[in-house]
């Protein structure tokens, strides 16, 4: 059957259809035909919309409004992508008459997938497998078996985070490892760690800013995105912001394990110590 006579069918029944696919000779042929023409000429239309309010459409680069959207196509290839503050879709649509097409953005297709490595330079140095991996002070991974990268033939640990720039910390038994890697909405991006084999301590202090100084005391030297040993039990660690003095930082020191902290600045700037949001995990490793 011709798509016309599909379209006939589908909107006004099996007899319809019939005269425009099967019966040239009926009687109401010529209605029905001024049908199929009118049919042709009506555009593709798209539904877009999101799990989360005041999500961006684009349609063809161009902003086309805020979602939901409805609204109709010109024949041929379009793309079109949504973003929501927590969803991101990017889609292709080939826009023919009739053709209707619902898209919806997801959290799931917000996010993109970071895979860490280590410096080709110096594999040995670190060991993905002993690593807890940390990213902005979310533990994501305990230690355990890795997969290898099918292509590269190295091992790589997959995980999957929203959008934009993260810290990556890795803690094992021997070293430390940290980095910013940065991924996009849907994307897959490498993120190569670098470290010497041995770096003794049982606290690391990360951040989301490197305009946060953590010092032991106000001659020592600044502690972030270091892993130092404290002797076991309670220390209060001095915090700077840009130079402002913030509250100190408690941290438990012990044996087997490391006292991870991470220190996230939720302001912008001001003339004073910003609201410091702190997240801590003890990192217990098996005693060798």
């Known amino acids: 059957m011709r798509p016309e006579a599909a379209a006939v069918q589908s909107l006004f029944g099996l007899d319809a259809g019939r005269r425009v696919g099967h019966e040239p000779q009926a009687p109401d042929r010529a209605v ?12 593709a239309s798209v539904v877009i919309d999101g799990e989360d309010l005041d999500g961006v459409v684009f349609i063809d ?15 041929g290839w379009h793309t079109i992508d949504r973003i929501g503050p927590d969803s991101f879709v990017h889609d292709y649509l080939d826009a023919k008459p009739l053709v209707q097409k619902h898209i919806t953005a997801n959290s799931d ?11 080709a330079s110096n594999p040995e ?20 078996p890795v997969e290898t990268h099918k292509i590269r033939k190295i091992p790589v640990i997959t995980l999957s985070v929203p959008p934009g720039e ?3 910390d890795l803690v094992t038994p021997l070293t430390y490892a940290t980095r910013a890697c940065d991924v996009g909405p849907g994307e897959q991006r490498f993120c190569e760690l670098q470290a010497v084999p ?6 690391v202090v990360s951040a989301t800013s490197r305009r946060i100084d953590v010092k032991q005391d106000r001659k020592g030297n600044g502690q972030v995105f270091k892993r130092f040993e404290l002797p076991a039990g309670k220390h209060r660690l001095i915090v700077k912001d840009r130079g402002y003095g913030c ?10 394990a490391v006292a991870y902290s991470f220190i996230r600045v939720t302001e912008f700037e ?6 410091l949001d702190i997240k801590q995990h003890r990192l217990q490793f098996v005693e060798r």
């Open 32 to 43: 029905v035909q001024q049908l199929v023409q009118h049919l042709e000429k009506t555009p």
């Open 61 to 75: 680069g161009k902003r086309a409004g805020t979602s939901p959207l409805v609204t109709s196509l010109t024949d």
């Open 109 to 119: 297709n917000a996010k993109g997938k970071m895979a860490m490595t280590v410096d």
């Open 125 to 144: 140095a670190l060991d993905l497998a002993s690593a807890y991996v940390i990213i902005s002070g979310e533990v994501k991974k305990n230690p355990g």
């Open 166 to 168: 993260h810290v990556v």
């Open 198 to 203: 041995r770096i003794d301590g049982n606290v």
């Open 247 to 256: 509250a100190p930082l408690t941290v438990t020191a012990g044996a087997n």
């Open 270 to 275: 001001f003339k004073r110590c910003r609201t």
